[in-house]
């Protein structure tokens, strides 16, 4: 998950500085490239802030898994205690 993050951030980097230096050296007027690089740059920020999503979204799930794994481990040893306490009691 950690590589596929990489390539992704990577990615839209590239994608966003591809779009900024191909708006800067286009024959357009300043007023159309501003308006091209905000657009970029919305959604730029759109497909950060989904990607953020995605792995806000993968971390609660390996958090409630973690979560799940950690109480049934704490079941068992509670049942191991109660065990021993009643073999010695």
């Known amino acids: 998950m950690k590589d596929s993050g990489k ?3 990577a990615l839209l980097t590239g994608l966003a ?3 900024v230096l ?3 050296f286009a024959p357009e007027k300043g ?3 501003r308006d091209k690089i905000n657009e970029s740059l919305s959604d730029l920020a759109d497909a ?3 990607r953020a999503e995605q792995q806000l979204d993968s971390l609660n799930e390996l958090k409630e898994k973690v979560l799940a794994s950690v109480n049934a481990k704490a079941d ?3 049942s191991l205690i109660d065990d021993e306490i009643e073999e010695h009691a």
Do not use: F, H, M, N
């Open 48 to 50: 950060i802030k989904e």
């Open 17 to 19: 500085a591809g779009a």
């Open 31 to 33: 007023s159309e490239t």
């Open 76 to 78: 068992q040893v509670g």
């Open 22 to 24: 191909g708006l800067l």
């Open 7 to 9: 390539v992704v951030t």
